[in-house]
């Protein structure tokens, strides 16, 4: 069964910097590109970045760009996103989900057919 | 970045039928955008109903359906359960990002 599992959310201060990461298991990782995507309390989902299954290219939202970076390790099956520069914003639970598989030069969806359990971060002095 | 826009809040009677849709700004939603559905309960972790505008993923009820419309991405429930209560969110892909709409809590009465 495909897994996904977040960790190293908690709380920390404006300016303050946190690295999450996400451990898979069950499915050919290196295959896929993988996602974080956040939710605010009471909010709705916002998509934050995304990374190939190469790891060569990243893009990311908006309001995150130069303070997140996205990253991988295949060999590990593992996702990470580094937080530096952490606002009130930031706060939300964030998820890891499988994005596009891409076994050769031509990639197919679903994407975001398997999610985490979440991590919070909270951002508060 | 684009804004993706949705009806905030539906209502639908138990058995009816009702279409949730999806708009981008600027422009028209297409094809090219692959527009997903997710359905999300209180407490839970999304869960993917509809991928590249109207597929189902195994576990997707047949009474979900994508389509185009009017220039919008439309989801469409036909029979609803009261187990369909919930936040939907559609999501458009704008080359390699992606963005979610606002949401619409979705509330069978």
């Known amino acids: 069964e495909v897994q996904l599992v977040e960790s190293g959310g908690g709380l920390v201060q404006p300016g303050g910097s946190l690295r999450l990461s996400c451990a898979a298991s069950?499915?050919?990782?290196?295959?896929?590109?993988m996602s974080w995507v956040r939710q605010a309390p009471g909010k709705g989902l916002e998509w934050v970045a995304n990374?190939?299954?190469?790891?060569?290219?990243?893009s990311y939202m908006d309001s995150v760009k130069g303070r997140f970076t996205i990253s991988r390790d295949n060999t590990e099956k593992s996702l990470h996103l580094r937080m530096n520069s952490l606002r009130a914003e930031d706060t939300a639970v964030y998820y890891c989900?499988?994005?596009?598989?891409?076994?050769?030069?031509?990639?197919?969806?679903?994407?975001?057919?398997?999610w985490g359990q979440g991590s919070l971060v909270i951002v508060s002095s | 970045q684009a804004v993706v826009t949705q009806e905030p809040s539906l209502t639908v009677s138990p058995g009816g039928t009702v279409t949730l849709t999806c708009g981008s700004s600027?422009?028209?939603?297409?094809?090219?955008?692959?527009p997903y559905w997710f359905q999300q309960k209180p407490g839970q972790a999304p869960r993917a109903l509809i991928f590249d505008t109207s597929d189902k993923l195994s576990w997707t009820p047949a009474r979900f359906s994508g389509s185009l419309l009017g220039g919008k991405a439309a989801l469409t429930l036909s029979g609803a359960q009261p187990e369909d209560e919930a936040e939907y969110y559609c999501l458009l892909s704008y080359g390699d990002a992606r963005v979610f709409g606002g949401g619409t809590k979705l509330t069978v009465l």
């Open positions: 990374i190939k299954n190469d790891g060569n290219e990243e």
């Open positions: 069950a499915f050919n990782f290196k295959n896929y590109w």
């Open positions: 989900a499988r994005d596009l598989f891409c076994p050769s030069s031509r990639c197919r969806g679903p994407i975001f057919d398997f």
């Open positions: 600027p422009g028209v939603v297409t094809s090219g955008h692959t």
